[in-house]
């Protein structure tokens, strides 16, 4: 984890980057192969010098340049090792070395000057496969290319030709350049110190011709590089789990239960993490990762790319690993509901919000592990369409297993467990319109909108409880109800936009009361709700208190504004549950006794108690 922390910092940062949104996820079964995502966002102009920018296109003609980093055996076989299950044999040059500071300035050189003087034709990065990818997929705008091996620069001598091929040094892009502007460029480069070299011409001959020292050692057609791989052919089988119901007997008090899940490692602060990076580089956060005077971990940032403009950009995430083995339809759909709500919770819209779809999975030959993909991606279909949400990139990886030995020498196999990312990003039309966590004001009224139901199966609560007594065994994976909630989304986009909402969060891991405790925490206000109060379909205590159901926000409002507030939300359930105020957080029973009773400072020091020394 700390290497983790620390590469993502190196990576973002020192490019100049803000890092405004992340998250972190526990379970014992990333210990074989954690996984790691990042995901960026920029801007680029719709059209440079009345051309489109968006649209590329390598000629036959065009030099093959490539600049920035130098080739290593760092990154050989990178892309593979992602698919392929770890082993006291995988090789440690898979992965990169990376140089941020050589690609804050390849890229600054590239977006502010290379590419208004239209010096290039097409530009791809370096990324999966290095230059082996990335010269043959600009190849197919142009109809083929010769490159020159020798020519590429080297970090050290040594390599073989395919290395130099394959490797996926970072910090690299490859151009198509017209042969009268390749000094131009070239000179532009070295002027800004990055190195760029042609290495090669970009042809119509239908073939992928390379080179080494004069020797051909690779000759192929571009219709067989790209199509030539035969489809594989794959079984999979599908299993529903059967689960039967065991619950434990209802407690008086759940206030012990409210502070453990505090603690839990999938809920507790990471602020240590947040507070390490920089999200004011560019000077340009709205809804910060850490909110309110509590500085609490949002669920979703806002960033304002362009001073001079109120429109911003909301950022968000949601992925349920602990879902996937028992029902992965519901886990996918629960992912991208909760990746929406935490988008429209700040003030996103879904008029505007595209989401991301990132697979990190197990063995393909698996049947059942391809089976559960399967039902997976139908729900990643159903979803996305229901609710107007494109995806418009992703990634998949298969494999991520471990194979090798234990301590005392006994052969150990570790899957992941089946895991979908899905992020979610969107413009918004004013970033004055956006909320935070945090409670404002003692004597606001706290609603919750949406219904509870009777869904802990996989939640932070039900792994509580096995961590008690490993017998238990909840109902059933939350369920998304994709109409209704698009409703109740675009009920709360315009009470945004109408001023009627003091604070808003998205009810997520943990449930209503982790929710009412984030807000609380946030805003160093405490707060009193009553259970009986709130549209449920349960009458247990921990279910209202810690089912993680889908669709639902906690809010304050201005007293002021109850009447107009409730108006907007006429047509979604709505229960107005308590009001803020007080130093503690009191929660009544359906039964009308004291269901959790704790301080506010207990709260704060409890959230923040597992990486206090961090």
């Excluded at 000057?113 to 370096?126: C, F, G, K, Q």
């Excluded at 502007?181 to 119509?204: C, Y």
């Excluded at 011709?209 to 594989?232: A, C, E, I």
């Excluded at 065991?246 to 409210?258: G, I, Q, R, V």
Aim: net charge neutral; charged share 25%; hydrophobic share 40%.
């Amino acid at each position: 984890m700390d290497g983790v922390i620390r590469g993502v910092n190196v990576g973002g940062n020192c490019s100049g980057i803000p890092t405004p949104q992340g998250f972190v996820y526990f379970d014992d079964r990333y210990k074989g192969k954690p996984l790691v995502f990042v995901g960026t966002i920029g801007l680029i102009p719709r059209a440079v010098n009345g051309a489109s920018s968006v649209e590329k296109c390598a000629r036959a003609g065009d030099a093959v340049v490539i600049a920035g980093g130098r080739v290593g055996k760092d990154g050989i076989h990178g892309a593979t090792f992602s698919s392929e299950a770890l082993t006291s044999g995988s090789p440690a040059t898979a992965v990169q070395i990376g140089d941020p500071i050589t690609q804050k300035k390849m890229s600054d050189a590239i977006v502010k000057e290379a590419r208004d003087l239209n010096l290039y034709t097409s530009v791809t990065d370096n990324g999966a496969g290095g230059i082996s990818c990335s010269v043959a997929e600009m190849a197919k705008e142009s109809g083929g290319f010769e490159v020159d091996l020798e020519k590429v620069p080297l970090k050290y001598p040594g390599l073989s030709p395919w290395e130099i091929w394959v490797s996926e040094s970072q910090e690299r892009m490859t151009f198509s350049i017209p042969k009268a502007k390749v000094s131009q460029f070239i000179d532009l480069m070295k002027r800004r110190g990055v190195e760029a070299v042609a290495i090669g011409t970009f042809t119509d001959t239908g073939r992928g011709l390379v080179r080494y020292r004069g020797k051909t050692v690779f000759d192929m057609s571009l219709d067989f590089l790209h199509n030539g791989l035969p489809r594989k052919e794959l079984a999979q089988t599908y299993t529903p789990v059967k689960r039967t119901k065991k619950m434990p007997a209802a407690e008086a008090d759940y206030t012990k239960a409210f502070t453990d899940m505090l603690k839990r490692l999938n809920i507790t602060s990471f602020e240590f993490i947040s507070a390490q990076y920089d999200h004011e580089v560019q000077a340009n956060s709205v809804i910060k990762p850490l909110q309110g005077k509590g500085k609490v971990n949002g669920n979703a940032s806002v960033i304002r790319p362009v001073l001079t403009s109120k429109k911003g950009v909301v950022l968000s995430q949601a992925l349920f690993p602990s879902y996937s083995e028992i029902d992965p339809y519901r886990m996918a759909a629960c992912s991208i509901d909760t990746a929406v709500r935490n988008a429209i919770s700040v003030g996103g819209t879904l008029d505007s919000l595209a989401i991301l779809d990132n697979f990190c999975w197990c063995d393909s030959l698996n049947a059942e592990r391809l089976g559960q993909l399967v039902r997976a991606a139908e729900a990643c279909y159903d979803y996305a369409v229901a609710y107007g949400t494109p995806y418009v990139s992703g990634k998949d990886s298969m494999f991520n297993d471990f194979k090798g030995f234990d301590k005392d020498g006994n052969a150990v196999r570790l899957s992941v467990p089946p895991t979908l990312l899905i992020s979610s990003f969107g413009v918004i039309d004013n970033v004055e319109h956006c909320q935070s966590i945090d409670f404002k004001a003692e004597g606001d009224l706290v609603y919750v909108l949406g219904i509870t139901y009777d869904e802990c199966a996989g939640s932070e609560y039900e792994l509580y409880l096995q961590q008690r007594d490993r017998t238990i065994t909840a109902s059933e994976v939350p369920a998304v109800d994709a109409v209704k909630n698009a409703a109740l989304y675009r009920e709360f986009e315009n009470a945004l936009k109408n001023n009627l909402i003091a604070s808003s969060i998205s009810v997520e891991r943990g449930g209503l009361a982790v929710a009412l405790a984030k807000s609380c925490v946030a805003g160093k206000l405490g707060a009193s709700a009553d259970l009986v109060k709130l549209a449920a379909k349960s009458d247990r205590d921990d279910v209202l208190l810690f089912s993680e159901s889908q669709g639902r926000f906690l809010v304050s409002v201005d007293p002021k504004k109850k009447e107009q507030f409730e108006k907007a939300f006429s047509g979604s359930a709505l229960s107005c549950i308590g009001t803020v105020g007080s130093a503690s957080i009191e929660i009544r029973s359906v039964h009308g006794t004291k269901a959790v009773s704790c301080t506010l400072e207990t709260a704060a020091e409890t959230y923040r108690a597992t990486f206090r020394n961090f």
